[in-house]
């Protein structure tokens, strides 16, 4: 049975070659092998556009420049034609989002694939391109998908036991986290305010944003993207071991209202799945994309879809300076702030605007304590700007 199993799964690979690869040869204890590559993502607010790419970072010159070329492209091709164009729909925003799927094969090939989709006025229906790029890591070279290297993987070039080894590699225990008895004392009588980062995580910027909240004794929430969590499950975990809480904002950033049902529910569940596999815990909110929502979402989503009472705009003004005094010009008990933890100035502007809030007396809480504590409770489906709904 075994042998057939080797049998088939080798004739399968000889048929469809790269497709195989990049279904066979990927797995989570491999892929951390290969220690330093990260994800990458830009994601770009226009008044009418939106764009979110993700791609890998190797780390390796040769290689990283051709992938940035090949995004770049991308951006500038969506940029030059189609961004801030108004669509006559104006429930959605022209739209480029680019994510890919990483293997890394037995012998040390990075295979990639990216799927490249365009919402535009020029396309009746979402527009695909998938692209193609492999690597051979021994020499950082890249090869041609076309040709000769993806021809040769057949039964001579693995042995089946090197199959097997690879792709039955036992998923390590998940860690327990420990449970933190939290030294913070909230005072239901005290105002409160609760501080959200979208779009993360990214080391660069939310470690020093955790490390401020650390430093005050203060907690946030992140509503993560489901594509960036494997590769920072570090960040993951020390958000919820310091107090603060994770929420869902979509696998790979798409417009949840443009999504088919089902393509909803992936980015919904994978990403739901992706954080449970991570900290031991699901979100139980949903910040939607570009706080895009209509009916359809609210009906569908199982979850709280959490918006915001100030934002700062730290997306569009990258400056420290400005993003603190709108905070802290407008802030009032109850309020949810918007800001995104991929920003340098966003951390910046962060480390002031915590003491400050402090200062003048507020408690920085999570989504949830912030109701919870005012005994109100979320519901499914509901939108939620402030505690004070003003
Ligand atoms: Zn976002």
């Known amino acids: 049975m075994l042998i057939f199993a080797i049998l088939y799964h080798c004739f399968n690979k000889i048929q469809y070659k790269t497709k195989i690869f990049a279904d066979k040869y990927y797995s989570d204890t491999q892929f951390s092998k290969v220690n330093d590559i990260t994800v990458e993502s830009k994601i770009l607010y226009g008044d009418y556009s939106v764009i979110a790419a993700h791609y890998p970072k190797f780390h390796i010159d040769s290689i990283d420049i051709i992938i940035k070329g090949l995004i770049s492209g991308y951006i500038i091709n969506?940029?030059?034609?189609?961004?801030?164009?108004?669509?006559?729909?104006?429930?959605?925003?022209?739209?480029?989002?680019?994510?890919?799927?990483?293997?890394?094969?037995?012998?040390?090939?990075?295979?990639?694939?990216?799927?490249?989709?365009?919402?535009?006025?020029?396309?009746?229906?979402?527009?695909?391109?998938?692209?193609?790029?492999?690597?051979?890591?021994?020499?950082?070279?890249?090869?041609?998908?076309?040709?000769?290297?993806f021809n040769t993987f057949t039964l001579e070039t693995y042995s089946p036991l090197e199959i097997i080894e690879s792709e039955y590699m036992p998923e390590p225990p998940l860690e327990e986290i420990e449970e933190i008895v939290t030294s913070r004392i909230i005072d239901p009588t005290k105002p409160m305010v609760a501080l959200t980062f979208d779009d993360g995580p990214y080391t660069r910027t939310t470690m020093p944003i955790l490390d401020t909240l650390k430093k005050h004794n203060s907690v946030a929430?992140?509503?993560?993207?489901?594509n960036r969590v494997q590769n920072n499950k570090d960040l993951l975990r020390r958000m919820i071991e310091e107090g603060s809480e994770i929420g869902n904002h979509s696998y790979n950033h798409k417009q949840l209202t443009t999504l088919s049902p089902k393509e909803l529910k992936f980015q919904i569940d994978k990403t739901q799945k992706s954080i449970l596999?991570?900290?031991?815990?699901?979100?139980?909110?949903?910040?939607?994309?570009?706080?895009?929502?209509?009916?359809?979402?609210?009906?569908?989503?199982?979850?709280?879809?959490?918006?915001?009472?100030?934002?700062?705009?730290?997306?569009?003004?990258?400056?420290?300076?400005?993003?603190?005094?709108?905070?802290?010009?407008?802030?009032?008990?109850?309020?949810?702030?918007?800001?995104?933890?991929?920003?340098?100035?966003?951390?910046?502007?962060?480390?002031?605007?915590?003491?400050?809030?402090?200062?003048?007396?507020?408690?920085?809480?999570?989504?949830?304590?912030?109701?919870?504590?005012?005994?109100?409770?979320?519901?499914?489906?509901?939108?939620?700007?402030?505690?004070?709904?003003?």
């Open 78 to 149: 969506f940029e030059t034609h189609f961004k801030d164009i108004v669509l006559l729909d104006n429930n959605y925003k022209t739209e480029l989002n680019i994510d890919y799927e990483l293997s890394i094969g037995i012998k040390n090939i990075a295979y990639i694939k990216f799927t490249i989709l365009e919402n535009t006025s020029y396309y009746p229906q979402p527009h695909i391109t998938i692209e193609e790029l492999a690597f051979d890591l021994n020499t950082n070279k890249q090869l041609d998908i076309n040709s000769d290297i």
């Open 221 to 226: 929430t992140f509503f993560v993207l489901g």
């Open 277 to 390: 596999d991570i900290v031991g815990s699901e979100p139980a909110m949903l910040r939607p994309t570009y706080g895009s929502y209509d009916n359809k979402l609210k009906e569908t989503i199982n979850m709280p879809l959490i918006l915001w009472s100030i934002d700062p705009m730290d997306w569009k003004y990258r400056d420290a300076n400005k993003i603190r005094d709108h905070v802290l010009s407008r802030v009032r008990d109850g309020d949810i702030i918007l800001m995104h933890d991929i920003f340098t100035t966003t951390a910046d502007a962060v480390e002031e605007i915590v003491p400050e809030l402090i200062n003048r007396g507020f408690q920085l809480v999570t989504v949830s304590e912030l109701y919870e504590i005012n005994g109100r409770s979320l519901q499914v489906g509901n939108i939620y700007r402030d505690l004070k709904q003003r």
